[in-house]
């Protein structure tokens, strides 16, 4: 018995679709990642889209849920050294 996985399919599709809002969205929105602006690392759209290639879905999930909650916590850090204020939904958002 054969059994297909609609793993790649989900990546693919969440990769492809990330990248369109890097292309479309976020250059237009007015505001950088948080966990970007205060480590300097990657932004949190590079960094799903890094985990989706590199771990399982599942993992990768696991692994963006923890980074848009370092996200978040990066937001209360900026806004507490300055006038920042986060618009971002995925960190904004307890998870």
């Not at 479309?24 to 985990?51: A, Q, T, W």
Request: with cysteine; hydrophobic share 35%; proline share 4%.
């Amino acid at each position: 018995m054969n059994i297909i996985s609609f793993e790649p399919l989900a990546k693919t599709m969440a990769i492809e679709s990330i990248t369109a809002y890097q292309k479309y969205i976020s250059p237009s929105k007015g505001f950088s990642c948080s966990h970007r602006l205060l480590h300097g690392e990657d932004s949190c759209s590079n960094y799903v889209k890094r985990m989706l290639s590199e771990q399982k879905l599942h993992e990768a999930i696991q692994s963006s849920i923890k980074r848009f909650q370092d996200c978040g916590a990066a937001s209360k850090t900026l806004k507490a050294k300055a006038n920042f204020r986060c618009i971002v939904i995925p960190c904004c958002l307890p998870l």
